[in-house]
């Protein structure tokens, strides 16, 4: 399986801006790697930093697609149930 990053060029889109036109794929992802991601902002430069809930890391992605992982969160404890 693979996500996809989607960004557009103008910003975030609101209901009352209409649709959005220059949509572009920023990265390919695979969520077989723990690639699923959950949140993400957007940087000046273009690229995008996004968390992957699933493998606890957060990541920047480069205008050019490629991810870099920033960091790796500690597992839970031994016997904890995290959030689901």
């Known amino acids: 399986m ?16 209409g649709p959005v036109s220059d949509v572009r794929f920023a990265a ?5 790697d723990g690639q699923r ?16 809930a699933y493998s606890r890391q957060v990541a920047r992605i480069t205008p050019d697609g490629r991810a870099h ?3 790796t969160l500690p597992a839970p ?5 995290p959030p689901s």
């Open 2 to 17: 693979a996500a996809t990053l989607v960004v557009t060029a103008t910003g975030p889109a609101t209901a009352a801006s």
């Open 28 to 32: 390919h992802l695979n969520i077989a």
């Open 37 to 52: 991601p959950e949140n993400f902002t957007l940087e000046p430069g273009g690229g995008a930093d996004v968390t992957f």
């Open 69 to 71: 992982v920033l960091a």
């Open 77 to 81: 404890p031994a016997g904890s149930t």
